[in-house]
């Protein structure tokens, strides 16, 4: 009895996980604009928000774990493989594409 209510635990978790994963995934394709995907030579966002669409879907109707860890994977190739691509063709995560110490008006130097 213990057992089967840590299972059920670990299912509850294992598919919110999973889905917010896919929820993140979803909405990041959803953001990089199209020409993004093609300058970063990746399949289209047509083709990502499909995959993509589809795996929250089945995460959602149908909670097998098979088609959560295929999913995954999926996702997982987004947010490793394709996203870092679009970031870095669209000028980098930061606007102006600037260092961690850059300020308003340039280099932060430390007052050298």
Known sequence: MLRAGFDSLLS????????????????????????????????????????LGINLALNLLFPMLFLQIAGVIAAIVFMVDVRPALQQVSGGGRRGGGSSSDGPYGPYNGGR
């Open 12 to 51: 509850l978790v294992m598919f919110l996980i999973f889905t917010g994963f896919a929820v993140a995934a979803l909405v990041f394709a959803a953001m990089a604009r199209e020409d993004a995907y093609r300058a970063a030579e990746k399949q289209t966002k047509k083709f990502w928000l499909i995959v």
